[in-house]
């Protein structure tokens, strides 16, 4: 009976021991969450709690088993308050020291997530498939992202969990899901009179008005800073600066709403520029106003791993849209070896621009200026990475349908009885028109009911058989033969390009004699892929050219060997974008027959993931020899010392 007491009484006397290691103060229990309704921004100083606790009781057994967290969590303090002692260094007198994050919170990541959806639901509605449509991507990418900056901004300097804190992340959830709505019609180019256009005037004039709601929960978040910081001399301007930026950015959007009026559509187009220069000023206030005091720079917040994120994001995008093409081409399940090196080129350019930038991305100090600069060039830096993964995608499926439609083109106009050099010449009837006739049509037949649903048992366009029938009936005037052929070819062509859900853009309503399936449908369909090319080389030399100027911002230190590297870096950009100018009408290289064999190859997207391949390899034989020669000074600075 005397081993149950006994044992009753070890049991508690080792509960005492581990209850009386923690702080007297604390509750036995873990304690639930509590949201506060308002946070203070500053940061609390509790390092005389750490170093000065009372009344703790220590066994030999309970040392040696915290020995070895303790040692870890001391390491942690000690890093803590190093970075917390260079942080006050930073700070000038009367400027206040704030609470930031090392790192970024989930409310955060889950505002995030707002942005990707509305990244990709645009994408998925607004296809790049001329210089309109670009014009309209870029501009919504822009409100987008200005926006998301904005906010982003706040959070990492600012940002805390309060009850006000919740409410005013709750209502920048309800500004995304508003651009989710808009999204879908947006449109900066529109014709005046037609009925898109009275819709894009609606559209913008709610979006317009989801702007200026976005800037007054920013105004009302920095007057709740300012309320705290009040106290301190150099806090009081700038705070001001910035909520009376983010007020007047409102109320600059509440005017432009006047001007997406149905009785004046002219001036939708200065409502339209309004937006992005007040997007301009915006950035370059509140950035110039931050730079001018250091409690409000990007310094110790989490601002390089939050683009980092965002640019994972942009990346992300690229992936589903690939992965979109490989559907696309991959109905039939059938894949050449030229679709099947444009999704490994496409991977491996995802996994290059991957490399290249977290590889070299600086997270310690660099100084406020060159901090902000390299936080802005984020944003032509993203809208790269966006047109050259979109572009990528669009040119896989170009080059599906030049492998579908190539056969169809052979048979169309191989006619080895007719001479297209002698017009008096007349295709014979007999055995050899009609086989040409049967190869024709059987070619067309299998290629199009290759791709034949439950829904759509026979896609093949109606216009081929009107065609394939005046052959016969034609077949004594040469003119009509010829143009019975390019009916075949054209219609097969743009037929084809919709079963990819490839179609040229709208035209102008007064343009009553224009055919979708004939030679100006065809015309305006290759011009999508030709645009294509254009920025889908400009964007990826221009990206690599971004990721070395992130570089060069981004590096405290910079080695003569690494001079070399980034020159090689702009060289092999360059070159990329120039690419691009082999499409330009005015040079008329585009008349070359060895350009044109270029641009309809599966040589574009090896080109540019073979450039980022070079251009990784010659990074780390610089830095390779970086590292040699600073084991070299270590060696023989080791020998010196002995």
């Not at 105004?219 to 001001?240: G, M, T």
């Not at 009376?244 to 005017?255: C, D, N, V, Y």
């Not at 086989?435 to 199009?448: D, K, P, R």
């Not at 911002?553 to 950009?573: C, D, K, N």
């Amino acid at each position: 009976m005397g081993i149950l007491p006994e044992a009753f009484k070890r049991i508690t006397s080792v509960q005492q021991v581990f209850i009386a290691e923690k702080d007297e103060t604390s509750f036995p229990h873990k304690k639930p969450k509590y949201t506060p309704l308002i946070k203070s921004p500053l940061k609390q100083n509790n390092r005389h709690h750490r170093h000065h606790g009372h009344g703790k009781i220590r066994s030999a057994s309970v040392d040696a088993v915290h020995e070895g967290t303790e040692t870890q969590q001391e390491e942690e303090e000690e890093e803590e308050e190093e970075e917390e002692e260079r942080e006050i260094e930073l700070l000038e007198e009367g400027e206040p020291q704030l609470h930031r994050a090392r790192e970024t919170s989930v409310v955060q990541l889950f505002y995030d997530l707002f942005f990707v959806a509305n990244l990709t639901t645009f994408t998925s509605v607004h296809e790049i498939n001329d210089t309109n449509s670009l014009r309209s991507y870029i501009g919504f990418f822009v409100i987008l992202w200005g926006t998301w900056f904005q906010v982003a901004k706040y959070d990492v300097r600012f940002g805390n969990d309060s009850a006000f804190e919740r409410i005013c992340k709750a209502l920048q959830f309800g500004v995304m899901v508003g651009f989710a709505v808009t999204g879908p019609n947006f449109d900066v180019t529109y014709e005046i009179d037609t009925k898109d256009a009275w819709t894009a005037l609606q559209t913008d004039q709610t979006l317009t008005l989801i702007l200026m709601a976005s800037r007054l929960i920013l105004a009302v978040q920095y007057l709740s800073v300012y309320w705290w910081l009040k106290e301190f001399p150099r806090a009081r301007l700038p705070l001001i600066i910035h909520a009376a930026t983010s007020f007047g950015a409102a109320l600059i959007f509440l005017g432009l709403y006047f001007s997406f009026n149905s009785s004046t559509p002219g001036n939708a187009g200065l409502g339209i520029i309004g937006w992005y220069v007040a997007f301009a000023v915006e950035a370059a206030v509140i950035l110039g106003a931050s730079a001018q005091v250091s409690f409000l720079s990007f310094i110790h917040t989490p601002m390089v791993e939050r683009l980092g994120l965002l640019t994972l994001i942009i990346l992300g995008e690229g992936i589903i849209g690939l992965c979109g093409a490989i559907q696309k081409v991959g109905t039939t399940l059938s894949f050449s070896a030229d679709i099947i090196g444009q999704m490994v080129s496409g991977v491996g350019i995802i996994y290059s621009i991957w490399m290249l930038y977290y590889d070299q991305t600086e997270r310690k100090r660099v100084g406020r200026l060159r901090q902000e600069l390299w936080t802005i060039l984020h944003f032509p830096f993203h809208i790269c990475i966006l047109l050259l993964v979109e572009g990528q995608a669009t040119l896989t499926v170009w080059l599906k349908i030049l492998d579908v439609t190539n056969p169809v083109y052979d048979a169309a106009y191989d006619i080895p009885f007719f001479d297209p050099n002698s017009p008096v010449d007349v295709p014979p009837a007999g055995a050899a028109l009609t086989s040409y006739l049967t190869n024709l049509n059987s070619t067309i037949q299998t290629v199009f009911l290759g791709y034949a649903t439950a829904e759509n048992p026979n896609p093949t366009p109606y216009q081929l058989d009107y065609a394939l029938t005046d052959l016969m009936t034609g077949k004594d005037n040469v003119s009509v033969f010829y143009q019975n052929i390019n009916t075949i070819y054209y219609s097969s062509f743009v037929g084809i390009c919709g079963l990819f859900n490839i179609e040229a853009p709208k035209q102008d309503a007064k343009s009553n004699q224009y055919d979708p399936s004939g030679a100006q449908g065809t015309a305006d369909i290759t011009n999508i892929f030709y645009t294509v090319y254009t920025y889908f080389f400009i964007a990826a030399g221009l990206t690599l050219i971004a990721l070395t100027l992130l570089l060069r911002l981004g590096r405290r230190e910079q080695y003569r060997t690494e001079v070399f590297a980034m020159a090689f870096r702009y060289l092999i950009g360059t070159g990329l974008a120039l690419l691009a100018l082999m499409n330009l009408p005015s040079l008329e290289l585009n008349d070359n027959a060895a350009i044109y064999n270029y641009i309809s190859s599966p040589w574009m997207l090896p080109t540019v993931l073979f450039s980022y391949i070079l251009v990784i390899i010659v990074d780390n034989v610089v830095a390779n020899h970086i590292r040699k020669k600073y084991l070299h000074w270590k060696s023989n600075s080791l020998g010196m010392a002995v």
